[in-house]
DNA sequence: CCGGGCCAGGTCCTATAGGATCTGAACATG
DNA sequence: CATGTTCAGATCCTATAGGACCTGGCCCGG
């Protein structure tokens, strides 16, 4: 059938081979998981190999692949001869046990960054928080889709810009769960305007170059987020 | 061929059937993780899934369900049409940018661990401990194989007892690579005396129930251990 | 009316087949 | 001698087949 469906190489640097191809898996796995963060998936749903495989025109192999890495992830669960569901949703207390992973984890990236602030990283910081401000931000999914995606690319740029795997992997075994939290938890659109008030307050101290005040606004950032949350205690 | 049938395991199973069936790929995971932890593959070494499906007697499908899981926990790389390959020997900045994280995320588990500590969780802490100072620490890796694993367990329990399921999946994504780190790294076992004060130190302070002292005590353990392994300055 | 057996469809799991690709060595050529 | 070519084996990757298990609907006897 349609075996080497090549089509992939687009990115090549010189014509003739791209340097890395495509295979199977991958795209399986990239395309559950924007389903997943997209929300087109709910949560507690089934996610069956065979119907995936069916759906995406593949054989069941490379799904089963794909499920196999995006369990780590926790954005699925797996039970042995029973199959794959998304994640169920968030309770308060997993709430607050995300929240304060990321006060321990989040604010160290900060700082880390910070101290090792090139020009172009301030630029891509910069140009998320404009994301962030220029985002539309009306009731359904689909308008405020693109405000999600700019706050959830600044913490990750600032995780990447620690030059620290460890820590991106650390942030990264969070990052799923923070995207799921903002779908399914009920908050997260409410509070732009004092969110994005404190994503400047920490671009700000980047710009300043103080990798303490980073790490302060970082830490004052989540504290209020999940103030916040709290405070509109989503009925659960 | 040998389906589901019997001959394969030649475990005498006791009787009936077992509440929750063994998948294989669960079995090839736990098979290459304790490889990997073992030492028995060696950095850089390829993992063949054809060949590791010979070996252990299986098809290649659940091997390469096993590979992939695995390849999240750090343990293994894989490139695409490759195949995969036991990851690299840590370099000094590799070591560097672990502890760091470790700075980040192991106090405040200690810290949290402490604040809701049991005395049953009390007691494997100390069990840990003294299996640390029982065990044997001879130059071959078999004689300091247990040494390793009461060491790994000691930080591991603190990071479950957190009751934090986001602390311990990051606490996870490091543990893979501190283990991998004492095995190839040329130190931990130099240091046997010096790790045993300090994580009795650690112990006390939970003992006496001071999240605040756990948490430094933690902090200082782990710096400690940085500035030891800087000082051999493992030739790389 | 109601509960238990039976069957069909769906799913998971493993094995196997075969195409596509990589690797390394033998070999030919300037 | 150095370099490029060819070829065989190993390996990766995907599709497919079939056994085992679960689920839900249907029928039948009490």
Known sequence: MQLASTGSGAEGRSAGRPVSRQVLADHVYEELLASLMDGRLEPGAAVSIDGTA?????SPTPVREALARLEHTGMVRRVALKGYRVAPVFTQEDFAELMEARLAIEPVNARLACSRLTPGHLRE??????????????????????????????HRLIAEQTGNQFMVA???????????????????????????????????????GDPQQAEAAMAEHVRKVRGRAIADAPAD
């Open 54 to 58: 069916r759906e995406l025109d593949v």
């Open 170 to 208: 650390a942030y990264a075994a969070l990052g799923g769960q923070i995207q799921r939290f903002r779908l399914f938890g009920g908050v997260g659109i409410t509070d732009a305007e004092h969110a994005i008030a404190e994503h400047q307050a920490v671009l700000d101290a980047f710009a300043s």
């Open 125 to 154: 910081l910069e140009q998320a928080v404009t994301d962030l401000k220029d985002a539309p931000r009306g009731p359904s999914f689909a308008e405020f889709r693109s405000y999600l995606e700019a706050d959830e690319r600044f």
